[in-house]
């Protein structure tokens, strides 16, 4: 009764209209650089947002040739590899020592660890730049992935530590009681339990470096080695008359991250959402 | 039980005995297993952070010796350095520009979107989308629409709409703010997700509540709505201020800094002395200056809180 006389029904229509603009807004720019790949440069001169109307396929394999795209991606899939490795073992092991074995000081290690990552990368960019041009690592894949590895890591723990203290240890401990050692413990049973939050880990991670700009760009300087990133930037400022194939180039490189994405839109934005407040 | 107390004794005691070796040795476990992640942070970023605020007191060319000389950058850096200078008018205009105009669209868009229900997460996806781009693809896709001849203002003006075919980000008095506009293209659609998930924990009984006391839509956004997320709110513009003076990437790519400064930003001044001029030192005393002002941010934010401000 009192809905029927109070809660008259809302009217959606202006909702969906400016949510209809906004969406346009956020898809159209990604639409017209799909478009812009199949042009020919002729066309790109004076159809330069529409539909193609012819579609120049080439573009793709001349820009994958002509960008180097088969190292350049090599690089990234590797640098990725690496620090998504390297953050979900070493991170992980923190995380789980944290949440489930209580040492002592343990309470201070997180605040440390969330001081540390509000440390600002400008403060130690230069310094960390001079250590590993001293030690070596400039411009070795081993040192970049190290410092991915370091930017990356407190919101794995933060993650991974919450993650595991919503579980009740009663399985780690009934596995204890038949004996088993802390390694397997780890392995048998903590590892499954945590693989959700592996998994969205890795995921966050993989985004990040797969399109991470500044870092590379300071730290690897050889045309070699460069992820897809800093290469991309060398190659769209190489050819910046030549849209359609650095337009190509563009979703090449947005590929897999848009298959993935489709293919784990919930994971992407319950990870994301976590892990933008890192 | 109670008729054998000695066993129950030496039994309790045993376990106790046993649980102490235990406590040790997983004790010893679990600082094996922080220590390896340990050691990367503190050889990535502690370290060269403290040895940071020393290079920040050196003239220094990155190679040789440090000369020590005080506050000496400092004083450059807030006397000489009109470049500086503008390249911190322009962070205070960015962090003015991300503090309101990402937050208004973010908020409007989700609370539109908590309303309904059907195409929900379609919506939802397609907000999320430029988030999940590479900084160097939007940046590169602005650079193409924004282009006077081939992009968006062209292909406006041959259907009759004049005035927008301007050199955006090749004009000193546009090209900032037209960097902050594709910056801003790929981070509002992440916020309002952000928004909308706190938007879905407020209970709907309020709702209810409010519209049974006749509130419209715009009294029970701002009676309900902005205060059940006010938590989340001020977390993002407290991070938004903080990473506006760490900005780099979109001016790298689209402008570096140019036409003639107009778009240069702390951290591109800063990546120029260091790694084109290799003003170590000074570099080190620009990035010790832009942590200090994000502290004071943070430490501003934290004393308001204390003195009982409701943030």
Not at chain 2, 158 to 183: E, M, N, Q, V, Y
């Amino acid at each position: 009764m009192i809905h029927r006389l109070f809660g008259q029904r809302e009217n959606l229509a202006p909702n969906y209209i400016i949510l209809g603009l906004l969406c346009a807004f956020a898809v159209i720019p990604i639409l017209i650089l799909g478009f812009n790949s199949l042009k020919s440069n002729l066309e790109l001169g004076e159809n330069s947002i529409g539909f193609p109307r012819q579609f120049q396929w080439s573009n793709y394999p001349d820009a994958w040739e002509q960008g180097g795209f088969a190292v350049t991606m090599t690089n990234s899939v590797i640098f990725v590899v690496g620090t998504v490795t390297g953050v979900v073992v070493l991170g992980g092991m923190a995380a789980y020592a944290l949440a489930r074995l209580n040492p002592r000081g343990s309470n201070l290690y997180m605040i440390y660890m969330l001081s540390l990552s509000t440390i600002p990368f400008w403060l130690y960019a230069v310094p960390l730049f001079i250590l590993w041009k001293n030690l070596s690592l400039l411009n070795t894949r081993f040192g970049l992935i190290i410092i991915y590895i370091a930017l990356n890591s407190p919101f794995a723990i933060f993650l991974l530590r919450s993650f595991l203290v919503k579980f009740p240890p009663d399985f780690e401990d009934a596995a204890r009681v038949d004996g088993a050692t802390e390694m397997q413990v780890l392995t048998k049973v903590v590892m499954p339990i945590m693989w959700p939050g592996l998994l969205t880990v890795a995921l966050v991670v993989a985004l990040g470096v797969w399109g991470e700009f500044q870092i590379a760009l300071i730290f690897m300087q050889e045309d070699e080695k460069m992820p897809l990133t800093t290469s991309y930037f060398n190659f769209m400022r190489r050819f910046s008359r030549d849209w359609s194939l650095t337009a190509a180039g563009a979703i090449m490189m947005i590929l897999p991250v848009l298959i993935i994405f489709m293919g784990l839109q919930r994971r992407f934005v319950e990870g994301l959402t976590q892990g933008g407040l890192k | 039980m109670t008729a054998n107390p000695s066993i129950q004794d030496t039994s309790s005691r045993r376990t106790s005995f046993l649980g102490k070796g235990m406590e040790v040795r997983r004790g010893l476990l679990a600082w094996a297993l922080i220590i390896p992640i340990t050691l990367v942070h503190l050889v990535v970023v502690v370290g060269p952070g403290i040895s940071g605020l020393y290079y920040a007191l050196t003239d220094w060319s990155g190679i040789g010796k440090a000369e020590f000389i005080g506050l000496g950058n400092f004083v450059e850096l807030f006397t000489e350095d009109l470049n500086f200078r503008a390249a911190f008018r322009h962070n205070l205009f960015w962090m003015a520009f991300f503090l309101t105009v990402p937050m208004i669209m973010a908020l409007s868009a989700a609370s539109l979107l908590a309303q309904i229900r059907r195409g929900a997460m379609v919506i939802r996806s397609m907000f999320y989308l430029p988030y999940v781009l590479p900084s160097i693809v939007s940046a590169f896709t602005w650079s193409m629409l924004l282009n006077p001849s081939l992009g968006i203002g062209a292909a406006l003006d041959k259907i009759g709409i004049k005035g927008l075919d301007h050199p955006w980000l090749g004009d000193f008095r546009t090209a900032l703010a037209s960097i902050a506009f594709a910056d801003n293209w790929h981070w509002w659609g992440f916020l309002s997700i952000l928004f909308l998930t706190a938007m879905q924990s407020i209970p709907v009984d309020l709702y209810d509540a409010a519209k049974m006391d006749g509130a419209n839509r715009w009294q029970q956004f701002r009676n309900v709505t902005l205060p059940g997320i006010r938590p989340t709110i001020l977390f993002m513009l407290l991070m938004t201020a903080i990473w506006s003076f760490l900005s780099f990437d979109y001016v790298w790519i689209l402008t570096q800094g140019g036409p003639s400064g107009a778009s240069e930003l702390v951290s591109s001044h800063l990546y120029k002395q260091a790694f084109l001029r290799f003003e170590a030192g000074y570099a080190a005393a620009i990035g010790l200056t832009v942590s200090l002002m994000a502290g004071c941010i943070v430490g501003g934010f934290t004393i308001l809180r204390r003195r009982g401000w409701e943030i």
